[in-house]
């Protein structure tokens, strides 16, 4: 029995192409998070897309480290990074091994195992805050450094997959300024979401960190 349609895995050539073409496609899709408690799948509402060498709002602008290896490719696979001391980040990796480009999950609607993501995400107030921003939708789904490298494409053993779900058509899709994101970058409209979906994070324009004395 073939696969129904929107069930149907999204192959490496998905993620092989530019990151400004990937990211607003990855809008409605369904990720695949396989837990020892049970699956949960997300639907994709809101990303932001990172260039790599050539984007200053990029981890990887000053180029390759320990901490960002990943984003070098190969595509297809996940980036996922610590910040602030506190949350993990959930990126997917995109275009050709050697250049580092991904695109950040920031939102989304957890449409299976919405009990395991509560039981993580206990301050949330409605199934809709479940995964609303990068670090809840990153809690939510239990994800840590230990997914860093994991391969979206190697099947049903793969803790991580990506599913065709349900593409979000042009008409539907608003693109604007990333959150929190300073300096050089501060400009660049690489963040795409559903319009008017209630599970897309509010915008927020950088601010410095202020530090202590």
Known sequence: MSARPDRTPLPRSFFDRPVLTVAPDLLGRTLVRRTTDGPLELRITEVEAYEGESDPGSHAYRGRTARNASMFGP?????????????????????????ASGVLLRGGEVTVGADLAAKRRVSARSPRELA???????????????????DLCAGPDSPLS??????????RVSSGPRTGVG??????????????????????AHAPRRRST
């Open 132 to 150: 609303k921003g990068p670090a809840r939708l990153a809690t939510a789904l239990d994800v840590d450094r230990a997914l860093d490298g994991a």
């Open 183 to 204: 300096g050089a970058g501060a400009t660049h409209p690489y963040r795409f979401w559903i319009t008017h979906d209630p599970t897309v994070s509010p915008y927020r």
């Open 75 to 99: 595509p297809g696979h996940a980036y996922v990074y610590f910040i602030y001391g506190m949350w993990f980040s959930l990126n997917l990796v995109c275009g050709p091994p050697g250049h």
């Open 162 to 171: 990506l599913l065709t779900g349900t593409p979000t058509s042009a008409d």
